[in-house]
């Protein structure tokens, strides 16, 4: 796991520090000091950490981390009456432009 702050956006309100304190830590009023290759236990409270910064400064790359299989498909109609009805629906919510 890899960790990017920019510092040019990062406003120092520390709730990093406060999520993840063994990969982020203030210094002083405003100064930030980070792990820039935490280790994949503290992956969870990275995550956090980067969800939780009010101005998106954080940015984490999980390229090293393992790739979980993919899902199971999940099947919803066993038999052929998809194929003899013919019929699906799509629900959503559409609103128009004004
Ligand atoms: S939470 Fe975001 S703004 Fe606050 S110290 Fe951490 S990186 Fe900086």
Same mark, same amino acid.
């Given at each position: 796991?890899?960790?990017?702050?920019? &510092?040019?956006?990062?406003?120092?309100?520390?709730?990093?520090?406060?999520?993840?304190?063994?990969?982020?830590?203030?210094?002083?009023?405003?100064? &930030? &000091?980070?792990?820039?290759?935490?280790?994949?236990?503290? $992956?969870?409270?990275?995550?956090?950490?980067?969800?939780?910064?009010?101005?998106?400064?954080?940015?984490?790359?999980?390229?090293? &981390?393992?790739?979980?299989?993919?899902?199971?498909?999940?099947?919803?109609?066993?038999?052929?009456?998809?194929?003899?009805? $013919?019929?699906?629906?799509?629900?959503?919510?559409?609103?128009?432009?004004?």
């Amino acid at each position: 796991m890899r960790v990017v702050v920019d &510092l040019t956006k990062c406003e120092g309100y520390a709730q990093c520090a406060f999520l993840a304190p063994e990969a982020f830590r203030m210094v002083g009023d405003e100064a &930030l &000091l980070f792990d820039p290759a935490p280790s994949a236990e503290l $992956g969870e409270k990275v995550l956090r950490a980067a969800a939780a910064c009010p101005v998106q400064a954080l940015q984490v790359d999980l390229a090293d &981390l393992p790739v979980p299989p993919p899902a199971e498909t999940v099947v919803a109609a066993t038999d052929d009456r998809l194929r003899r009805e $013919g019929r699906i629906v799509v629900a959503g919510l559409w609103k128009a432009a004004t």
